[in-house]
């Protein structure tokens, strides 16, 4: 997220994150600081953010299944080799505690409205 976007100009005019909460506004900032923790703690992992978010997922119990979309071959393949990084109990907790500091809704009110129709 920090590598390509800065701010909400940098997404595409027909890019569906330009309508979500966490990229509005001050969301965005606080968000792209999360990041960069995120970020911080896939260096000393030795892999991608992205691969260190779906590592913490796995690590969340055999009853969650995490679903990662791509466009490219590139990314399946650094997708499944998230299954090979092991996070200790304090990295887990250390990521989590990080996650809760996002802001604003995963989607906006008009696409929540269309759950369920």
Known sequence: MTGKIKRLEDLAINDYRRTVPRFQGDNLQMNLDVMKEIERIAGEKGCKASQLALAWLLAQGDDVVPIPGTKRRKYLQENVQAIDIKLTFEEVN????????????????????????
Not at 96 to 114: H, K, P
């Open 94 to 117: 250390r990521i989590s505690g990080i996650a809760q500091n996002l802001v604003g809704n995963r989607y906006s009110d008009e696409s929540m409205r269309m759950v369920n129709l």
